[in-house]
């Protein structure tokens, strides 16, 4: 998946098109995700304790990873992600390979 939990996006496609936000959690499995700010349903909630009364609650609710971008950091602009594959000598001198996702319009590094 090419969104992880963290990242700043924008919604591209459906009625929230346009909002920016935080991803709160990712779900690869289903391939959704869930955007502070961006498809908010409300809930009738019924109280619990005293402590968490009951009400009309907002909620994000899940929507699916291909209608959003990830914002470049560095250029401040939507962007598609390539990976780009890092090789690197761990503690114990041994090569460790990673992946580092890499912004298509500037090339700036995303992790």
């Keep these: 998946m090419h969104v992880k939990t ?11 098109k346009g909002k920016k936000g935080k991803v709160l959690a990712a779900f690869p499995k289903t391939g959704r995700v869930t955007v502070e700010g961006v498809a908010v349903a ?10 968490q009364p009951g009400g009309i609650i907002s909620k994000p609710m899940p929507i699916d990873a291909s209608n959003v971008m990830i914002v470049c950091p560095k ?16 503690d114990a001198g ?6 580092i996702r890499v912004c298509k319009k500037c090339g ?3 992790d």
Excluded: F, L, P, Y
């Design 6 to 16: 963290n990242d700043t996006v924008v919604v591209i496609s459906g009625k929230d």
């Design 42 to 51: 409300t809930k009738h909630q019924k109280a619990r304790t005293a402590m």
């Design 75 to 90: 250029c401040g602009k939507a962007t598609r992600v390539s990976r780009k594959v890092n090789a690197a000598t761990n």
């Design 94 to 99: 041994k090569k460790v390979r990673e992946m």
């Design 108 to 110: 700036a590094e995303i």
